[in-house]
T-cell receptor, first 113, second 113 residues
Framework: DAGITQSPRHKVTETGTPVTLRCHQT?????MYWYRQDPGHGLRLIHY???????DKGEVSDGYSVSRSKTEDFLLTLESATSSQTSVYFC????????????FGPGTRLTVL | GNSVTQMEGPVTLSEEAFLTINCTYT??????LFWYVQYPGEGLQLLLK?????DKGSNKGFEATYRKETTSFHLEKGSVQVSDSAVYFC????????????FGSGTKLNVKP
């Protein structure tokens, strides 16, 4: 299994509070991704990173920001959590290239009350 | 653009039945194609992949053939087991500037003993 950890694994928070999710990898992979998974929507890309300090938006980036100051860490921040951001969040990594595989972390279940 | 369409579930089968989960795609260029599996409470795991037309990916008795002429990558297994119960995701990677993935909405498989 690829060395990917996510923290926390579960979190309950209140509307309007900031929340930061962490993804940590030990594979030295260049690319890192944040997805959210919701019933009926499959996986939707929030943000991705193609290198340290190099990030870009995915299809559902509103309300989210990311940072990557080291190769191994990719942080997802909800500046002011809303109930619509209740979801399961997955981090993924890949080495890059058109034939490469994405490897997924175990997920973080976030509930916004 | 790039997109993946897979059959809606849930799919319910008896043990030892034949499985087909349909997946079709739209892509620019020459994508790689993937099947991922997600067991309850876990992240996605790569099941198999194919990187060019007519390639067959296979793993754990599952197979899928990259059909460029029909833009399809259907997942098959000759005899399913209860332990195959999971959600299956078809995906493609664009393979141009970076490794960006596009996922189908997932198909839940229930196998009854």
């Amino acid at each position: 299994d690829a060395g990917i950890t996510q923290s926390p694994r579960h979190k309950v928070t209140e509307t309007g509070t900031p929340v930061t999710l962490r993804c940590h990898q030990t594979e030295n992979h260049r690319y890192m991704y944040w997805y959210r998974q919701d019933p009926g929507h499959g996986l939707r890309l929030i943000h991705y990173s193609y290198g340290v300090k190099d990030t870009d938006k995915g299809e559902v980036s509103d309300g989210y920001s990311v940072s990557r100051s080291k190769t191994e860490d990719f942080l997802l921040t909800l500046e002011s959590a809303t109930s619509s951001q209740t979801s399961v969040y997955f981090c993924a990594i890949s080495g890059g290239g058109g034939t490469d595989t994405q490897y997924f972390g175990p997920g973080t279940r976030l509930t916004v009350l | 653009g790039n997109s993946v369409t897979q059959m809606e579930g849930p799919v319910t089968l008896s043990e030892e039945a034949f499985l087909t989960i349909n997946c079709t795609y739209t892509a620019t260029g020459y994508p790689s194609l993937f099947w991922y599996v997600q067991y309850p409470g876990e992240g996605l795991q790569l099941l198999l992949k194919a990187t060019k037309a007519d390639d067959k990916g296979s793993n754990k008795g599952f197979e899928a053939t990259y059909r460029k002429e029909t833009t399809s990558f259907h997942l098959e297994k000759g005899s399913v087991q209860v332990s195959d119960s999971a959600v299956y995701f078809c995906a493609l990677s664009s393979g141009y500037n970076f490794n960006k993935f596009y996922f189908g909405s997932g198909t839940k498989l229930n196998v009854k003993p």
